[in-house]
């Protein structure tokens, strides 16, 4: 399985504000996700962070709330724009292995006050 | 992808077999069923996944049932530290997004 980092692991943020949220995989992968996952909620897929282009955003997720960046097949990241209180949720990125299983990170904790 | 179905909590003695079952009556043929937990606050962890053959990994074991509209993960002696939300997934590989359902909260009891 892959070992899957994000940075921060947490933090506390001002609403008006932006976090960029760092995602890097130990060995290259094609597919790589970023999910929210509310309190006490189950996880809700944002989009699909795709090398080379654009990101795919799910219903309800839009490229200038979350804007996300794919530079090679080790690393993104995903940054939650002008935030408010309801942005307060764990982050979490996931990579699909070569078995096309998915890994997830340990998840980035944000509380927006 | 089929949506599943679990109990929303389930309790179990430490040392003894964890039995979680999921319906998935609308699964279709080229769809997995996947199974994920989430410790308190940590990212999901892979458990397991089959299509229609029972699975052993060294965590569960997982049994589908032969129509595959459920399965019931098997953890053979719980302990505490298998305290978590259990999800079970139905997903058709080619489509690789996971929608995750409510889980099943297991809480393994001394």
């Known amino acids: 399985s892959a070992v899957i980092s994000q940075k921060p692991s947490r933090d506390i943020c001002q609403r008006g504000t932006s976090l960029t949220i760092q995602c890097q995989v130990d060995?290259?992968?094609?597919?790589m996700f970023w999910y929210r996952q509310q309190p006490g909620q189950s996880l809700t897929l944002i989009a699909t962070?795709?090398?080379?282009?654009?990101?795919?955003?799910e219903s309800g997720f839009v490229i200038d709330k979350f804007p996300i960046s794919r530079p090679n097949l080790t690393f993104s990241t995903l940054t939650v724009s002008n935030m408010s209180p309801e942005d307060s949720s764990i982050y979490l990125c996931?990579?699909?292995?070569?078995?096309?299983?998915?890994?997830f990170g340990p998840g980035t904790r944000l509380l927006v006050l | 992808d089929a949506k599943t179905t679990q109990p929303t909590s389930m309790d179990c003695a430490e040392g003894r077999a964890a039995n979680l079952p999921c319906n998935h009556s609308t699964i279709s043929g080229n769809e997995y069923v996947y199974w994920y937990r989430q410790i308190h606050s940590q990212g999901p962890q892979y458990i397991i996944h089959?299509?229609?053959n029972n699975e052993t990994n060294e965590m569960a074991s997982l049994i589908i049932t032969e129509d595959r509209k459920s399965s019931t993960l098997i953890l053979p002696h719980a302990t505490l530290r298998d305290t978590a939300v259990y999800y079970c997934i139905a997903v058709n590989n080619a489509g690789n997004m996971l929608t995750f359902g409510g889980g099943t909260r297991l809480m393994v009891k001394p």
């Open positions: 996931s990579v699909e292995s070569q078995q096309e299983t998915q890994y």
């Open positions: 060995s290259q992968v094609t597919m």
């Open positions: 089959g299509l229609k």
């Open positions: 962070a795709n090398q080379g282009s654009e990101a795919t955003y």
